[in-house]
């Protein structure tokens, strides 16, 4: 044979790895599938939380929401107003009604970010603003919470005249 | 005299205010049935989404549909009406969609089809091919050649 043996084995062994590297690659993949929440300041940009607020005044913050479940999805920003300090965790939301609502629907791998007015109605120390994510499960018609959350403690004062 | 006043000025009072009630009972059932639409779209573009159709645009619309739900609440018919035309434009766009895109899937799922098969026969291709152009290619590149014949030792 005019080509030795031993190189043509290494040669196919070579074409036959980057075919299935080509075939991998050529796949569509789904990763795990996750959704985000964030607070930002009213210019939807980190940083420059407010920290003392005056009561009865509305207050704009920003909210991100990104979609990374593998299809489009509605989601749902639920911010809640916790004046003894509570904050929800991963598996459970604040048992207590919320004050805004941002409903969004994102394609898979989209995001957005979002306006929105709050206000405090009583004066306090560590008050807390938090917001849940919650995803529209079509399946069973209802409003699922994912676990993302994110909160910022604030103080509110009434302003003497 | 006072007594049919009561009862007069009583009167005034529902037929006042019944309207008014009914108005809101009705914008009530609106922005319910509105919301439903909603979700109901929101779930039909799910579905498609899943499916792999391109629905960013009529998503970003149907979030708009949502913010002003979110905002105007039952009482602003005017904000509900917007809402209610944006649903139908949506709900068409979404139709029209669907129909486009089947013939787009399947030629999709056929390229890619196409491509791991040509990616799968590569090595079968290479393992009978190759030896035989290699060899093709020996031979032509050394054809110049000459053979130079030894006799017991003598050239």
């Keep these: ?161 | 005299m006072p007594r049919y006043g009561f009862a007069i000025a009583s009167l005034l009072l529902v037929i006042t205010y019944l309207p008014l009630f009914y108005i809101e009972s009705r914008a009530q059932a609106g922005y319910d049935e509105i919301y439903s639409r909603a979700l109901a779209i929101a779930r039909l573009l799910r579905d498609m989404g899943s499916r792999g159709i391109d629905v960013s645009r009529l998503s970003e619309n149907l979030s708009g549909v949502f913010a002003l739900l979110d905002t105007c609440g039952s009482s602003d018919l005017e904000c509900l009406v917007k809402a209610s035309s944006t649903l139908d434009s949506i709900e068409a766009e979404a139709g029209r969609l669907r129909e486009a895109s089947g013939f787009q899937i399947t030629i999709s799922r056929l390229s890619l089809a196409i491509r791991i098969a040509i990616l799968s026969s590569i090595p079968i291709i290479f393992y009978i091919y190759f030896p035989r152009l290699y060899s093709w290619w020996w031979f032509r590149s050394r054809r110049n050649w000459v053979v130079r014949s030894y006799r017991h030792g003598r050239g």
Aim: aromatic fraction near 8%; glycine fraction near 6%.
């Design chain 1, 1 to 161: 044979m005019v080509i030795d043996d031993e190189v043509f084995a290494v040669l196919l062994a070579m074409v036959i790895i980057a075919s299935v590297i080509g075939i991998a690659l050529s796949m569509p993949r789904s990763s795990e599938p996750f959704t985000a929440i964030g607070l930002l300041d009213r210019e939807c940009r980190i940083g420059s939380y407010p920290k003392n607020i005056p009561v009865n005044q509305s207050i704009e913050l920003c909210v991100f929401i990104s979609n990374n479940l593998g299809e489009p999805a509605l989601l749902q920003a639920r911010f809640k107003v916790s004046y003894n300090g509570s904050i929800p965790t991963n598996s459970t939301p604040l048992d207590i009604p919320e004050a805004v609502n941002v409903t969004v629907f994102l394609p898979d791998g989209g995001n957005t970010t979002r306006v929105f007015s709050i206000t405090i109605t009583r004066p306090g120390y560590n008050i807390v603003i938090a917001g849940e994510l919650w995803v529209m499960d079509f399946d069973k018609g209802s409003w699922a919470y994912t676990g993302r959350h994110v909160f910022i403690r604030v103080n509110a004062s009434t302003i003497l005249s």
